[in-house]
């Protein structure tokens, strides 16, 4: 299985009885192809699951930010902090999707104010009744202003520091894993992520188009260079983006979507939430139409 080692069993993380709910949500060892290390991704199997041996379950991909990075074993739960799986597992949501949650390896980043000063306390918990508060997006002080497309003359790399780009064997792995050992609608395989997952989103979908059905990046651009293969696939793209995001700021995005539409793709949509900031992920992921969109497109 191409350069990741992947058990074929998988550890149960929780799961909740039938007198409770049927969802699943696992932890699947692999051996990562980064220093052969072990590791785990999480995999959520929906509610229905097992009550459904005949049928075939979507399946989406989430690729999380930077600040969720880890060992892949007692700090995996960071991956539920925002995203799918915080709405599937801790909100307890019900989305027909097979999900899977991968970490990315921490390389150089340790030292991040962010990533260091994390506390485990920060992850979220299932609760045995209800559901915490969700985390909701927060509008910044800033004014609202549109601001001109940025010219990419001098940026030369495709891609973001040790991002999901340096482990994109381990997620083709896992790919092959889950649609080899569980029951997945092989022509619905969905691609996500937020912020440095966006990044990883394009990155994956340029790499491997004809994996995917649809792809969502959110609050993370794509660059021109990435677009070719996406265009040549016609592979659908719904990219978000905040309009008071000051880390990546809405015009970034232009040039790669642009050069999308020139090379002739059909089927790309860019929505900006004027009142948003960084985290517009919150709203999109804790809303319905990223998921109707999603299951809206099938490959032939």
């Known amino acids: 299985m191409r350069t990741i080692t992947l058990a074929i069993l998988a550890l149960s993380f929780f799961s909740c009885t039938k007198t409770t709910s049927e969802e699943q949500l696992l932890r699947v060892p692999y051996t990562s192809e980064i220093a052969h290390e072990e590791r785990d991704f999480f995999l959520y199997l929906p509610k229905g699951y097992d009550a459904n041996p005949d049928k075939e379950w979507p399946v989406l991909l989430f ?173 659908p793209v719904w990219c978000f983006a905040g309009g008071r995001d000051l880390t990546i700021k809405p015009e970034y995005f232009y040039a790669g979507l642009n050069e999308l539409e020139a090379l002739g793709h059909k089927d790309v949509r860019f929505t900006v939430h004027a009142d948003m900031g960084h985290d517009t992920w919150k709203r999109v992921y804790a809303g319905e139409d990223i998921y109707n969109w999603l299951l809206s497109h099938s490959n032939p």
Request: cysteine-free; charged content about 20%.
């Open 63 to 235: 690729l999380h930010g930077n600040g969720e990075r880890g060992n892949g074993k007692d700090e995996l739960g960071f991956t539920m902090i925002h995203g799918p799986l915080n709405e599937v597992w801790i909100q307890k949501r019900d989305l027909p999707f097979i999900i899977i949650s991968p970490q990315l390896h921490m390389f150089t980043m340790g030292e991040v104010s962010y990533i260091k000063n994390r506390s485990k306390e920060s992850i979220p918990q299932r609760l045995a009744e209800g559901t915490p508060k969700p985390n909701q997006a927060a509008r910044p002080g800033q004014p609202m202003n549109p601001l001109p497309a940025m010219r990419f003359d001098s940026i030369t790399s495709t891609v973001l520091p040790d991002g999901w780009d340096r482990v994109e064997h381990d997620l083709i792995g896992m790919l092959d894993h889950v649609q080899e050992n569980y029951r997945t609608d092989n022509n619905r395989i969905y691609l996500s992520g937020l912020s440095y997952g966006g990044f990883g989103t394009w990155f994956l979908a340029s790499n491997y188009p004809e994996r995917f059905a649809a792809i969502a990046p959110i609050v993370g651009w794509g660059h021109p260079d990435l677009m070719p293969s996406i265009a040549k696939e016609q592979l």
